[in-house]
DNA sequence: CTATAATGTGACCTCCAGGTCATATGACCT
DNA sequence: AGGTCATATGACCTGGAGGTCACATTATAG
């Protein structure tokens, strides 16, 4: 985590420095970002950069806490549109609300999810915590889902997490890899037809799920 | 691709060498790889190196090609259970035949699949012809099956092929990084829990796809 | 105004990357 | 035997990485 000094300094040299690092994280990734371009780019000297940072790691560290507490608090700014929402209903409204926010911070969410899904599988148990915090999560939605009755109990708990975070990191990767190509990702991401994309996916991952286990386990 | 040189290397000095460089990409990906451990683990000389090769690239689309290559011979030798299979059923056989070749070569497909998943996705352009291929390969499946009336007609290709791709990718993931904790591999992915696993997976992923679109169309 | 503590700086260090090249080796021909 | 040509070698080059440190600058206190 970031030294003292880093946190003494005026809020806007702190956006300067840390937009450095998202632009240079974005773009090389954790492995290949580079500690001399982030200090030319934010017009910091080499050794201030040594004073506010352990290394190029600690600021990654402190860029995932920005975006956790900025998702936080983008989420308890919004609220679901039904109260008599069925599980599936809320995972759709969170996808959504997530990639909204995803869209409006396209590089910062860029640059965590390169590392974290690209870097981080294969130099791994850095982030696992992380992963891990997520996956508990969801575990608790389904199985709250299970006893709502919404989905059969038969159902492989650890199966249906692994497959809502398939989902979910292949929507994000979808709407970033294709969304930086437009000129306006959030009027690309909020188009009928991207819309409409999304609400597909969700929808055969829903009706996977929710007919999968008995058809599943009648065919053997 | 490879020099003359290389190819007129005696078998066995080859199979070092691209033995050393399986292991570097396994380990780095492509962007970290260090020709100088390369040369070094197969114990020729930084000149010869580049008396083989372009550069580290150069090897990679090698290795890209003797995978395709050896890929290709192994789908020949085996055939798909039955005849009159549908195409989910040959989809699930693919897959699985897949999953078998995978483990009987980890580190090659481990090198291959870090890369073109990995950074691929970022460096993109490269390997978009090979991604590209499959995708098309896949579609024909799609269409075919509409043509069988096996998936609804109104049904977006585009978005079939997408979640193809997706289970693709997260079930070979899946087996590589799960497996590679194993101490038998091959072992390990022949065992009813995983099969029965990787069963799942596709069939939620089936059901979800042969269901989904009409009861979509319907809920708007 | 001066003394002291905090912050800022960039030249410099080591290390290793990708890549080159003059030179050495040795197989094969006449 | 000498000559030729493909192959092999590792010292060497440049460039950029991460990281350090003696010194310069600025704020704070007495």
Redesign the pocket.
């Known amino acids: 985590m970031p ?4 946190l ?2 005026p809020e806007e ?1 702190r956006k300067v420095i840390i937009d450095a690092a998202i632009d240079e994280f974005a773009e090389y990734g954790l ?9 030319a780019n934010s ?10 940072f ?4 600690d600021v990654f560290m402190y860029l995932l806490m920005v975006l956790e507490q900025e998702k936080m608090a983008y989420f308890k700014g919004k609220h679901p549109p039904s109260n008599n929402m069925d599980t599936f209903g809320y995972f759709r409204w969170m996808i959504k609300t997530g990639m909204e926010f995803n869209t409006s911070h396209p590089l910062l969410t860029q640059a965590i999810s390169r590392v974290m899904f690209g870097e981080g599988l294969y130099y791994g148990n850095t982030f696992a915590d992380v992963r891990e915090r997520t996956s508990r999560g969801l575990k608790a939605m389904i199985e709250q889902a299970i006893a709502n009755g919404e989905v059969d109990p038969s159902v492989d708990v650890e199966l249906a997490v692994m497959i809502m975070e398939t989902w979910s990191n292949a929507i994000s990767t979808y709407v970033l890899n294709e969304g930086m190509k437009q000129k306006d990702i959030m009027k690309w991401v909020r188009s009928p037809r991207v819309q409409e994309r999304i609400d597909k996916m969700l929808y055969v991952m829903e009706y996977g799920l929710r007919k999968t286990e008995s058809e599943f386990t009648k065919s053997f």
């Open positions: 030294k003292q000094t880093f003494n300094l040299k492995e290949n970002a580079s500690t001399n371009r982030i200090v017009g910091i000297s080499k050794g201030s950069f040594y004073q506010y352990e290394d190029k790691q």
